[in-house]
């Protein structure tokens, strides 16, 4: 292998890249938007949700039962209306998610000490907020519950009979259950998805269609000399964008990293490597830059984007489909920048997932090396 003629390759594929302003945009500013986009557009945190109030007995017990779900981070009391029609237009017409109604007799049941019962009523057009919904409301009545009866108690000289069993909860990783901390690193995945594959995948489609791999034919240059200088350069870009993509994360979104930039930086290169050789198979085998490009964002964009976990839960999906999230290495990578991103796991513990993205990237390398010859087709 000549490493001048591996130079060569490599500056004409670069001067191709500079000529081609789709790609440019793609390689420049396709990785901040989508850093941005999913750090600002996508939200699992439910927060702020709006709510209606319907409140029946307008007493002091019912206002400070609604003063707890006004407290809450969850919830915020837009509205409190008259009558059911106009709480029931608010949720048809999507103003509030929540409708609370306070029965008439709220107060008189709480004196007597009879059960009490709040409607809460939900919009589950959503069924995920829904449940949220539901959950953080019965926590809210749950609490005002526990107060009463303590007071109800010690306004009764009787001593506070504990509980049987209390749940005192601790969250680690990620603190605050900051969404975009969830989400923001695992964008990486998709980068590099687009980088790797999806650009790589024209490389030997686009000489093809434009005549000039029969001028590199004529030339002495080795398949893996035309193979390794066309990757290089998306290799240095894609390295490069995840260092944006990393910064970014850390002091624009405020992910804490608590890892080693050096692993984040090796394991990236390692899936770089994985989706560059398949992007090169599949240039090679396609033929043509439409069905280069279909067929890259078929089997790596959507894949890293609904089946790596990346915002679905990988453990709550189908087994069938966990079974076959073990074959695609975007579901690795993701879990290694987790991993190093929230939880700071040294290189030695992240065996689980470097291995098997080692494995195909050695796999995919061979494919392509097999797949490409220096010869007219």
Request: aromatic fraction near 12%; proline fraction near 4%.
């Amino acid at each position: 292998m000549s490493f001048t003629r591996f130079l060569a390759v490599a500056r004409k594929e670069v001067v191709q890249i500079l000529r081609d302003t789709r790609s440019l945009i793609i390689v420049v500013i396709m990785p901040v938007i989508l850093v941005l986009l999913f750090g600002y557009g996508v939200s699992l945190d439910l927060k702020g949700l709006p709510i209606f109030v319907y409140d029946r007995d307008g007493s002091q017990q019912s206002q400070d039962l609604l003063k707890r779900f006004q407290a809450s981070a969850y919830f915020d009391i837009v509205r409190v209306v008259n009558d059911y029609p106009a709480l029931t237009r608010a949720l048809d017409d999507g103003h509030a998610r929540m409708g609370i109604v306070v029965p008439w007799d709220f107060s008189e049941r709480l004196h007597d000490g009879g059960p009490v019962q709040v409607q809460a009523l939900v919009d589950g057009t959503d069924d995920n907020t829904a449940n949220v919904l539901i959950g953080y409301a019965q926590a809210v009545v749950q609490g005002y519950s526990s107060d009463l009866q303590l007071d109800w108690l010690r306004n009764h000289d009787q001593p506070a009979q504990p509980a049987s069993v209390s749940v005192e909860t601790r969250t680690w990783y990620n603190e605050d259950l900051e969404s975009s901390a969830f989400i923001v690193p695992g964008v990486l995945a998709l980068v590099m998805s687009v980088i790797g594959a999806f650009l790589t995948s024209l490389t030997i489609a686009r000489e093809w269609e434009r005549g000039t791999m029969e001028q590199l034919i004529s030339t002495p240059v080795t398949s893996l000399e035309i193979m390794l200088g066309k990757l290089a350069p998306y290799f240095a870009i894609g390295m490069f964008d995840v260092i944006v993509c990393a910064l970014i994360a850390i002091y624009w979104f405020q992910v804490p990293f608590r890892g080693s930039f050096l692993t984040l930086l090796i394991s990236s290169a390692m899936f770089l490597v994985v989706v560059l050789a398949l992007g090169f198979f599949i240039s090679v085998i396609a033929g043509s830059q439409l069905a280069a490009s279909q067929i890259a964002l078929l089997i790596t964009f959507l894949p890293a984007f609904l089946l790596s976990g990346f915002l679905f839960s990988i453990e709550q999906m189908p087994v069938v489909l966990q079974w076959i999230t073990r074959i695609l290495p975007a579901r690795y990578y993701v879990s290694v920048l987790k991993k190093i991103f929230l939880k700071g796991t040294p290189a030695a513990l992240l065996y689980a997932d470097l291995v098997p993205l080692t494995v195909f990237a050695l796999v995919l390398a061979v494919l392509a090396t097999r797949a490409f010859h220096k010869r007219l087709a």
